[in-house]
């Protein structure tokens, strides 16, 4: 099955500093990678996500990249603020699957800290 | 509020007591999930349901589990004989997705509860 592995665990950063977080997956069938956002004691929330027929797409301050012949992905957040600290995680699955598996696979969670 | 609902948020409950937790789907919605998270751990899947059809469970749900989502709107998933070791958020999910071998659109855009938390004691 499909692995993720996403670095780093922990990120500091200074306000309106960059952060970047990446992931690595297993399984090149995988062709959808969203990324969420949990706050302390809230479910995941989607911010971002990325199809593998895209090798970029941004939202603002934060941009999402994808590497599919080295199977990784990276979140990009430009000019972080405070209410940016949250715990990131990566995710893959197969976006279309005449199987019917979209299960998501998720990575370990990075805490992010933007320190004013 | 028209995003994922899940009651109750929290329960506590006895080692070998049986549990149930309830989950409405964003209303137009045909796909649910299930995932567990544990401290520090990204979510897990644990289950799937397209409409009513339960369509893939992960080896994580053992046979004390049962998810069931009679009318393919709300999902109910019970834990009986609970252990020490299903402490953890439950997650519900939902998407939006196409027919059997097509492509979905969007893809697999899944949008996640807040979570009821279980502490076995």
């Known amino acids: 099955g499909e692995n993720v592995e996403q670095h780093p665990s922990t990120l500091s950063v200074q306000e309106g500093d960059s952060a970047v977080i990446k992931c690595t997956y297993s399984d090149s069938a995988s062709n959808y990678f969203p990324w969420y956002k949990q706050e302390l004691g809230k479910g995941p929330q989607l911010i971002i996500d990325i199809r593998s027929n895209v090798g970029e797409k941004k939202d603002q301050r934060i941009a999402v990249t994808l590497n599919k012949t080295a199977k990784h992905f990276s979140l990009h957040i430009t000019e972080t603020q405070p209410e940016d600290s949250a715990v990131y995680f990566c995710?893959?699955?197969?976006?279309?699957?005449?199987?019917?598996?979209?299960?998501?696979?998720f990575g370990k969670g990075t805490k992010l800290s933007v320190i004013p | 509020d028209t995003g994922v609902s899940q009651n109750p948020r929290h329960k506590i409950t006895k080692r070998g007591q049986n549990v149930t937790f309830r989950c409405d789907p964003i209303?137009?919605?045909?796909?649910l999930y299930w995932y567990r998270q544990t401290l520090g751990q990204g979510p897990e899947f644990l289950t799937y349901f397209q409409n009513e059809a339960q369509l893939e469970k992960s080896r994580l749900l053992s046979d004390r589990f049962s998810a069931e989502r009679p009318k393919g709107s709300f999902s109910t998933l019970e834990i009986q004989r609970t252990e020490q070791g299903d402490s953890a958020m439950y997650l519900c999910?939902?998407?939006?997705?196409?027919?059997?071998?097509?492509?979905?659109?969007?893809?697999?855009?899944?949008?996640f509860g807040p979570g009821t938390r279980l502490t076995v004691t």
């Open positions: 995710a893959a699955s197969l976006a279309y699957s005449g199987a019917g598996s979209y299960q998501l696979t």
């Open positions: 209303s137009e919605h045909n796909r």
């Open positions: 999910a939902s998407s939006l997705g196409g027919g059997w071998g097509g492509r979905s659109t969007p893809p697999n855009e899944q949008y």
